[in-house]
């Protein structure tokens, strides 16, 4: 099993280009450390544009969630250019791309892998499935059964899948890109809670700008759009990937920060205390300890995304609605009244005062 510590640990850390460094014993970046990132995430989202038009919160996501060693739910209508993303960000860092479309009748072994019969040799082969690669791509993961929904579990968390007994690690990096569509539910399977716990951010993709849809077509008749995506020529390499984590993690947190996002998630566990009862009444059950982790992990690399080797506050904001919208249970009347999550969250970090 691959081992992932508790970034908030202050326990040994096991060597290796996949070690999580504890806190408390980081090694402070320097300058050169922030240009070479500087550098490289540069170069990714530039090559990440020109393909992808507009949609830069979206490209600010994924970096998060690359760098952040998580992975991303993506909630968005048809054609909104997700399949697009998750394909070129692979292929500007030369990573091995899957895509799988869920349908009812996916199986678990569709996705894991399965052992395969040799007639000529009489011994059984294992055959390692899709979601053996870097970058993931679940297309309408809703539509997949309960049953294959929770084999994807063990394989986002632990980061490896089982067959037959013997467990089989996941490349490093490792990240799972899900779309859900929301607008259709015939056929569908919602996602437990449980589940939609295991995503990193959930990010919620509008249509592009009139500009942006105009220069789509642009492309489409000068045809960039249209060149074949092994056109792309990578500008990083996996390597270059797994040392932009490990600068992540050691960006710098100060422990108001951290104490800043342990009173925003706790708070999201009582909004009625907080908030009064009319805003209580529609929260069921809060963040658990896995959205602080989220808001620790998330900071730091926005921040290094950003060109700094330390959190601030406005980073633990601006990731304040993909961290904690799928987070949320929200009860009954608030389904009824049409409250959305992100106005409960916005209430919440307006109460909780900001370091």
Do not use: W
């Not at 408390?24 to 995430?41: C, F, K, M, N, S």
């Not at 490792?174 to 569509?181: D, E, G, H, K, S």
């Not at 920060?257 to 009319?278: M, N, Q, S, W």
């Amino acid at each position: 099993m691959t081992e992932v510590s508790d970034p908030l640990s202050t326990d040994p850390v096991p060597p290796g280009p996949s070690r999580r460094v504890a806190a408390g014993a980081v090694e402070p970046l320097t300058e050169a450390d922030l240009e070479r990132a500087a550098e490289r995430i540069g170069r990714i989202g530039a090559a990440f544009s020109t393909r992808v038009v507009g949609q830069e919160r979206l490209r600010t996501s994924l970096l998060v969630t690359l760098l952040a060693e998580g992975h991303v739910l993506l909630e968005s209508v048809p054609g909104l250019a997700k399949t697009l993303a998750a394909s070129t960000l692979a292929r500007t860092v030369d990573a091995r791309f899957t895509r799988i479309q869920c349908t009812p009748d996916l199986l678990p072994s569709d996705i894991i892998g399965t052992q395969v019969y040799d007639p000529g040799r009489h011994v059984f082969e294992t055959q390692l499935g899709p979601v053996h690669a870097n970058i993931v791509l679940l297309d309408e993961i809703n539509r997949a059964s309960a049953k294959t929904q929770s084999a994807l579990l063990e394989a986002m968390q632990e980061r490896q899948t089982s067959i037959a007994g013997t467990v089989h690690p996941l490349p490093d990096p490792f990240l799972v890109m899900a779309t859900q569509n929301p607008i259709e539910e015939e056929g569908t399977y919602v996602l437990p809670h449980a589940q939609m716990d295991r995503f990193l951010l959930k990010e919620i993709v509008d249509y592009p700008g009139e500009l942006e849809e105009l220069m789509v077509l642009d492309r489409i008749g000068d045809g960039t759009l249209g060149q074949h995506m092994s056109d792309l020529a990578p500008v990083a390499s996996l390597p270059d990937v797994v040392e932009l984590q490990e600068l992540a993690r050691r960006v710098y947190v100060d422990p108001a920060i951290r104490r800043y996002v342990v009173d925003v998630v706790r708070a999201t566990r009582d909004v009625a205390a907080l908030l009064g009862p009319e805003l209580g009444g529609y929260v069921e059950i809060g963040a658990s300890p896995r959205g602080s982790i989220a808001f620790f992990q998330a900071a730091r690399a926005m921040a290094l995304v950003q060109g700094r080797h330390y959190v601030i506050p406005e980073d633990v904001r601006e990731l304040r609605h993909s961290v904690l919208r799928h987070r949320l249970n929200l009860s009954f009347e608030a389904l009824a009244d049409r409250v959305r999550p992100e106005t409960i969250i916005d209430a919440v970090f307006r109460a909780v005062p900001t370091p």
